[in-house]
C-alpha cells in the first residue's frame, strides 16, 4: 500500500499530476490520500477530483489568523492519515507552528539549485545573475524560506537564447523526475537527515 500523502497546491498542479502519474505507473509506493488548496479556482483541485482523490479548498481568508487557517489543514491533513506533506506550486508560506505541529515531513520542489536563488521566480533570478547551469532542488521543509535539508537536485544548462519560460520548461522536466524519486526513496524508508545533510541509505 506504502503510504499516504497529502498535497498542498495553488496552483495549475503539474508536479501534482506528475506524482499521480508516477504512483499509477508504481514507481512510488503510495497513494494522494488529499489535496488541499488555498485557491478556489486552482487546477490541481480539478485534477484531484478527476483521479477520485479528496480535495478540499481550505479558503485563507474564511480564518481570523493564519494560525487558525493552518490548524484546518493540519485536521484535515490528521484524518486522512498522511505521512508526507508535499508542496506542489503551493504559494503560501507555511509558519513554524504549521511545522512544528505537522506529525510528519513536509516536502517541496523549487525551481532553482539551492541554496542559490530561494523565493520566488528562481528561474528568473539565474538569467538575470548569468549562471551557466540551473536546476531544481527537492527539500524538506523548515522554518526558513527555502532553507531547508537538500534531499537531491537536477542541473539543465543555460543557453545563450534562453527566456524565461524556455529555462523554466526544461527545469519543470527534471522537477517531475525528481519529486517522484525523492517521494519514493521516503516511502522506502531510505532518508536519513543527519543535521544539514540528508543521506540516502544503500547506495
Excluded: W
Excluded at 488529499?34 to 484531484?48: F, N, R, Y
Amino acid at each position: 500500500m506504502g503510504i499516504r500523502i497529502a498535497v498542498l497546491a495553488s496552483g495549475r498542479g503539474s508536479n501534482l499530476v506528475a506524482i499521480m502519474h508516477s504512483i499509477a505507473e508504481g514507481k512510488i509506493d503510495g497513494k494522494i490520500a488529499v489535496v488541499l488548496s488555498d485557491k478556489e479556482e486552482a487546477k490541481a483541485l480539478e485534477h484531484a477530483k478527476n483521479a477520485g482523490i479528496a480535495a478540499y479548498h481550505v479558503n485563507p481568508k474564511a480564518y481570523d489568523t493564519k494560525e487558525a487557517y493552518e490548524k484546518e489543514l493540519l485536521r484535515i491533513i490528521g484524518e486522512a492519515d498522511c505521512q508526507l506533506i508535499c508542496l506542489a506550486g503551493y504559494m503560501r508560506i507555511l509558519s513554524p507552528y504549521f511545522i512544528s505541529q505537522a506529525h510528519c515531513p513536509v516536502m517541496n520542489i523549487h525551481p532553482a539549485l539551492l541554496p542559490a536563488f530561494p523565493g520566488l521566480h528562481g528561474q528568473r533570478q539565474a538569467l538575470e545573475y548569468g549562471a551557466k547551469v540551473a536546476g531544481c532542488t527537492v527539500h524538506f521543509v523548515d522554518e526558513g524560506m527555502d532553507s531547508g535539508a537538500i534531499i537531491l537536485q537536477k542541473v539543465v544548462p543555460v543557453l545563450d537564447n534562453d527566456t524565461e519560460d524556455t529555462l523554466s520548461a526544461r527545469i519543470l522536466e527534471q522537477e517531475h523526475k525528481a519529486y517522484s524519486e525523492a517521494i519514493q526513496l521516503f516511502s522506502q524508508g531510505r532518508l536519513e537527515v543527519c543535521g544539514r545533510i540528508v543521506k540516502v541509505k544503500g547506495e
